[in-house]
């Protein structure tokens, strides 16, 4: 769908999109947006550090330093159970 875009339609986009938003405001729209990008996978790497740190210490392996221990997994899990408690009704 997207596939057959080529130069002079970026540039029409991209002209579209300087005259919706305006010159000054577009350096702070792509600044928001690399923000955002940086948390996400920053977000991404710590939980899948610590996926694989759990699963680690489920196999038996020795754990090291910066893996949590198991009082503070099991503090963490019996706090997002009771966060995830019964559903709220909307009536």
């Known amino acids: 769908m997207l596939g057959n875009l080529g130069f002079p339609e970026l540039l029409i986009i991209m002209v579209v999109i300087l005259l ?4 000054k405001r ?3 729209i792509a600044g928001s947006m690399g923000k955002g ?6 977000n991404i ?4 550090r610590e996926v694989t740190s ?3 210490g ?5 754990q090291s330093q910066s893996r949590l221990t198991a009082a503070e997994l099991e ?12 559903p709220k009704r909307l009536l």
Not at 20 to 23: E, K
Not at 45 to 48: L, Q
Not at 58 to 62: C, K, M
């Open 54 to 56: 759990e699963t680690q």
């Open 37 to 42: 990008i940086k948390e996400f996978k920053k």
């Open 75 to 86: 503090r963490r899990r019996t706090a997002d159970e009771t966060e995830r408690s019964a």
């Open 20 to 23: 919706l938003f305006g010159a």
């Open 58 to 62: 489920i196999g038996g392996e020795p």
């Open 45 to 48: 790497n710590d939980a899948t």
């Open 26 to 28: 577009i350096p702070e």
